[in-house]
């Protein structure tokens, strides 16, 4: 079966990055990484790439007037390598409506909190500045909207009294890097439609065998 061809754009660490680059080597995994674009030169997550054999362009945003023009020369990178499906990982600019509306449910994101709690920068010191007991993270599609659109997959994680931000930020990290690789498996199995503002996930297929013989 084809592999669903995935384009991952990142600004950063790109840890989130590395998690789907190991998972696509899983000879098993339904989706492959067609394209790594930063729009930071030394993006730690561009070695990443290079180093999985993965093509990566450099798109910076400071090189465009305005961000439709930025998020065109991104498509016309996407389109190239026949990109599929777009995964923003610790990709730090916002993408246009424009992009976003010629990419309808194919732009999927990964941020650090239980949405809709907890939007935009410094997730975790708003999480324990809410002292919440449960944090976590979530897959969503992107809408025009900053960290908002369909839900596809959350991890929880407990906070403990003693979490500072970073504590915190290391224990969802974690839980990210199992929640996104299984968000993509998810939408490349076709598992995954949308209506209006929620996503919905279909079972697995039943199991063809019995759990039980009729001879139990
Ligand atoms: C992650 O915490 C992700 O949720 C957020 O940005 C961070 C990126 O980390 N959107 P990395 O570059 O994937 O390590």
Redesign the pocket.
Known sequence: MARLKLGVL?S??????RSLIKACARPDYPAEIALVISNVPTAA?LAFAQEAGIPTAVVKHKDFPDRASFDAAIEVELKKAGVELICL??FMRILGVEILTRWTDKVIN???SLLPAFRGLHVHEQALAAGVRISG?TVHIVRPAVDDGPILVQGAVPVTSDDTPETLAARV?EA?HRIYPLAVKLIAEKRVSIEGDRAFIDEAPAPRAPLLSPAD
């Open positions: 990142i950063g660490r790109g840890s989130n990055l997550g990982a610790g990964i941020h650090p993270c990290l990210e």
